[in-house]
């Protein structure tokens, strides 16, 4: 099936479309996460055969994803960008949200993780809980061009968390020096 995909299409679609509503309900942002963590294979993912995340509804004031929150919209993005999904969005961009356009969707640094010519997706390696709604947190990694790697870690609690990022999650030796950058915060 993936062969005949790739030879038809850019992209395979890797979540359900029966969901019209996306935000932070069982239907919507976590849901298509959780169906990317089961049906997107990263091996699968390179130029000219992406995994797709489907619509990505970022910054549209509520009109469809139940107005979530300047860091749920970062969440979204990352994710989207860090699986190598398409970043289609679903939002009009006459009334989208001044503030979150700026931060979200025109961040030229997670726009380039996801763009990243390299083109493989990011992976799961790290998830605290097992199920829905039980899982509490995600760390996610992608290898880069350049040797270099992308990494969201994603709280899914509504409690803040801390979280820690091992190199061991890279497959990187633990002594090798890095330099790491927010791409949020910079």
């Known amino acids: 099936l993936v062969e005949y995909v790739n030879n038809a299409d850019n992209w395979y679609s890797t979540t359900p479309d029966d ?16 169906a990317v963590v089961q049906m997107a294979q990263p091996s699968n993912s390179a130029p000219g055969s992406w995994n797709d995340a489907d619509m990505l509804q ?13 860091t749920e919209y970062q969440a979204s993005f990352s994710i989207w960008s860090i699986i190598a999904s398409p970043l289609i969005l679903s939002a009009n ?6 503030e979150c356009l700026k931060t979200v969707i025109m961040n030229k640094e997670v726009i380039a993780v996801n763009q990243d010519p390299l083109g ?10 097992t ?22 870690m994603f709280n ?9 990022l091992f190199w061991k999650y890279f497959g990187l030796d633990p002594t090798q020096k890095m330099n790491v950058h927010d791409l949020w915060t910079s």
Do not use: F
């Open 58 to 70: 970022v910054c549209d004031g509520g009109h469809h994803n139940g107005g979530m929150t300047l």
């Open 156 to 164: 899914r609690d509504q409690t803040p968390r801390n979280m820690t």
């Open 19 to 34: 969901c019209l509503y996306i935000g932070p309900t069982p239907c919507g942002m976590i849901t298509n996460i959780d």
């Open 120 to 129: 493989s997706a990011g992976v799961l390696v790290h998830q605290v809980g």
């Open 93 to 98: 961009l006459l009334t989208v949200d001044a």
């Open 131 to 152: 199920t829905t709604p039980t899982i509490l947190e995600q760390i996610w990694t992608r290898k880069l061009v350049g040797g270099r790697y992308a990494a969201v």
